[in-house]
């Protein structure tokens, strides 16, 4: 029953967020179409990105790795008045020091900017510093946005959380084609409003969720109090916490940095291929990872082990079932789909091929970022800060060593190789830790598995490289109906094969969709 809950709620989740990500790629389509991989999009990319770095400290990272467990360890052992109290208090504390931080962004961007890009062209340099000024107070609303978010999904409310970060998509996209085709707007003049489409959708983002917490007793009213038992527990956790992300985010840093000395355009290929990436990885692994992280912390809290494990095994198998196949079709047809996504306006056949490279090595590590979102949550529900915050690390190092190796002779590719390189790395350190860390955790029947639909994804690309071969059409229409019938015959073929290999939990979901079937 626990396992269909939590099913349930992934499937909630992941249905939100594929709604965010159709509009993020409706958006990114528009970037691509109005400026392409020219210095417009490098210096938005730039802009975008640094608020960014900072939201994963203060957003869904190290604040919320540390603000759950401690909210739903109240909601179990005290009461719902003191779970309000508490997150008030951090969501207070959080506007004063984001809306101070906000402002030091936007006083020292061009120092920020030319610390982090220093291979930067000065026009490049000149616009990027101006909408690094536009955007910064996003981080202001993503930051508020992820803590309620948190608060949200720690009620089993996820539909609406997944999908309040399609708001930041819509309002891009309309400061996008009603500048362009209302006032006729282009250029820089346009990257601008684009710019403020980020600010408005990241207000949008936080006041959406205001009605969900009012249905859980919140008063619309914040207080700044320091003080506290749980929040100086949460102030330990926090700290290693945001060691951690921020050491990671150094690894953004690193890749950006070392992307701006290629040639023009690498930032933005990179940028490109990895949206396309975080597809299925925010519609399927992040949202997992989500979801797990209440119910690992509750799990925790009471001792339950065994239920625990379940949940692992079924959250990692069902991402095995997708990712593997994923991958296997972005290496087989990933040059079809950037073309058929992006390759108009501005983006021209040089911008594909970038684009579709950085795509396929990203990919190759798709597998092991998935499987790092299952595992990470266990170290934060099991109050584990500080081990996180070393293997983080460690990664750092790695990344940035192979960094400068890999981009001498594969350019903006071993960036993104290098990327998934240290993804690996990073789940196998965290597989053998936990093991040893959390020995009551089982993680039985997980191998098996991996093993078969490995061998059937191996077999499905030597045929896809086949088809490819002699199945080459031009053009928009005849590339879509490529992709739809090769993604299709792939999806039936893995799920045939699955079958007759008794993949775990196949039987099962041929079942429950032939009863829904027939009842309907």
């Given at each position: ?76 052992k005290e009461d719902r ?205 992040v949202s997992t990872g ?133 993804a690996m790395v990073n ?94």
């Amino acid at each position: 029953m626990a396992e269909n809950k939590l099913i349930r709620n992934i499937s909630m989740m992941s249905v939100a967020i594929l709604i965010s990500r159709v509009l993020g790629m409706v958006r990114d389509q528009l970037m691509a179409f109005f400026f392409g991989t020219t210095f417009l999009n490098d210096a938005f990319v730039v802009g975008y990105k640094i608020p960014n770095l900072l939201r994963n400290l203060f957003g869904e990272g190290a604040l919320s790795a540390s603000f759950v467990p401690i909210y739903n360890e109240i909601g179990i052992k005290e009461d719902r008045r003191k779970q309000i109290d508490f997150a008030l208090q951090i969501l207070g504390i959080l506007s004063v020091f984001l809306l101070t931080l906000t402002v030091i962004g936007i006083i020292f961007a061009p120092w920020i900017v030319k610390l982090l890009y220093p291979g930067l062209a000065p026009h490049t340099y000149k616009l990027a510093v101006l909408l690094t000024r536009v955007m910064f107070p996003y981080l202001l609303w993503i930051g508020l946005s992820s803590t309620m978010i948190a608060i949200l999904n720690s009620h089993d409310r996820f539909f609406m959380t997944g999908l309040s970060s399609a708001l930041l998509n819509v309002g891009m996209i309309l400061s996008m084609v009603v500048p362009r085709f209302v006032f006729g707007l282009q250029g820089e003049q346009l990257v601008r409003w684009a710019a403020w489409g980020v600010f408005g959708g990241g207000f949008l983002q936080t006041v959406i969720n205001f009605p969900y917490l009012k249905q859980l007793g919140y008063p619309f009213k914040l207080f700044v109090r320091f003080g506290g038992e749980a929040l100086n527990t949460m102030w330990k956790r926090f700290l290693p916490s945001m060691i951690g992300v921020g050491v990671r985010e150094i690894n953004i840093v690193a890749d950006s940095l070392m992307a701006s000395f290629l040639a023009v355009g690498s930032i933005s290929a990179l940028e490109y291929g990895y949206r396309l990436f975080q597809f299925p990885l925010g519609m399927f692994a992040v949202s997992t990872g989500t979801v797990l992280l209440p119910t690992y912390s509750r799990l925790v809290t009471m001792g339950n082990w065994e239920e625990l494990s379940k949940n692992l095994r079924v959250a990692a198998v069902n991402l095995i079932y997708l990712m593997l196949p994923i991958t296997t079709l972005i290496i087989a047809l990933g040059g079809d789909l950037v073309q058929v996504v992006f390759q108009r306006g501005a983006f021209d056949a040089k911008a594909s091929l970038w684009t579709e490279q950085a795509l396929i090595f990203y990919s190759l590590g798709l597998i092991f970022f998935s499987f790092n979102q299952t595992l990470t949550p266990l170290f934060f529900a099991n109050k584990d800060t500080r081990t996180p915050v070393k293997i983080s690390a460690s990664m750092v190092g790695l990344n940035i060593v192979l960094n400068f190796i890999l981009m001498q002779f594969m350019q903006h590719r071993g960036l993104a190789f290098a990327t998934s390189i240290t993804a690996m790395v990073n789940f196998s350190i965290q597989f053998y830790l936990l093991r040893k860390k959390m020995p009551h955790i089982s993680f039985a029947g997980i191998l098996p598995n991996f093993l078969k639909t490995l061998g059937i994804c191996v077999l499905m690309l030597v045929l896809l490289l086949v088809a490819n071969h002699f199945y080459h059409p031009r053009g928009f229409w005849p590339q879509l109906i490529k992709l739809g019938l090769l993604g299709t015959a792939s999806l039936l073929f893995f799920y045939g094969l699955g079958l007759l290999l008794k993949l775990d939990f196949l039987a099962e979901a041929r079942d429950r969709l032939w009863n829904k079937f027939r009842r309907k």
